[in-house]
């Protein structure tokens, strides 16, 4: 459950790694994002091992204070797969996606819920862990 003021890791190769929700893109007046939902996020802090190698132009881009879409990939709140079966992880985390919802980067760290991939495939071309 992500709700606007929800701090977010980053797990892509974009070169950040700290964002905040702004807002809840959905129709309708949802409030609260869970799994598989495309949220406004704005960059809070940089990973400057990944971001002194990124170009110039890409630089801009992924500066602090920017704004850009995100997909939730992994939340602390359960996920029910078959009746019983739940599954949960230890962070709340996002890729960065354009407006076709694809990802920005070429690589998605940890592991993706295979619902996920079914849902969005570009997600699971770039994804290593698939579960």
Same mark, same amino acid.
């Given at each position: ?5 929800? $701090?977010? #890791?980053? /797990? !892509?190769?974009?070169? =950040? *790694? ?8 959905? %129709?309708?007046? @949802?409030? $609260?994002? #869970?799994? /598989? !939902?495309?949220?406004? =996020? *704005? ?8 971001? %002194?190698?990124? @170009? ?76």
């Amino acid at each position: 459950m992500i709700q606007v003021g929800s $701090i977010l #890791f980053v /797990s !892509d190769k974009s070169g =950040v *790694s700290l964002c905040e929700c702004i807002k809840v893109l959905s %129709s309708g007046k @949802k409030r $609260i994002a #869970f799994l /598989s !939902d495309v949220i406004l =996020v *704005s960059v809070k802090r940089l990973n400057l091992l990944r971001f %002194s190698r990124l @170009k110039d132009r890409q630089k801009k881009k992924f500066s602090k204070g920017t704004l850009h879409r995100a997909l939730i990939i992994r939340t602390k709140v359960y996920y029910c797969r078959f009746p019983g079966i739940f599954v949960r992880f230890d962070e709340n985390s996002v890729v960065l996606v354009n407006k076709k919802v694809v990802p920005v980067s070429n690589r998605i760290y940890g592991p993706v819920l295979m619902e996920l991939c079914v849902r969005y495939p570009s997600v699971g071309c770039v994804s290593r862990h698939i579960i």
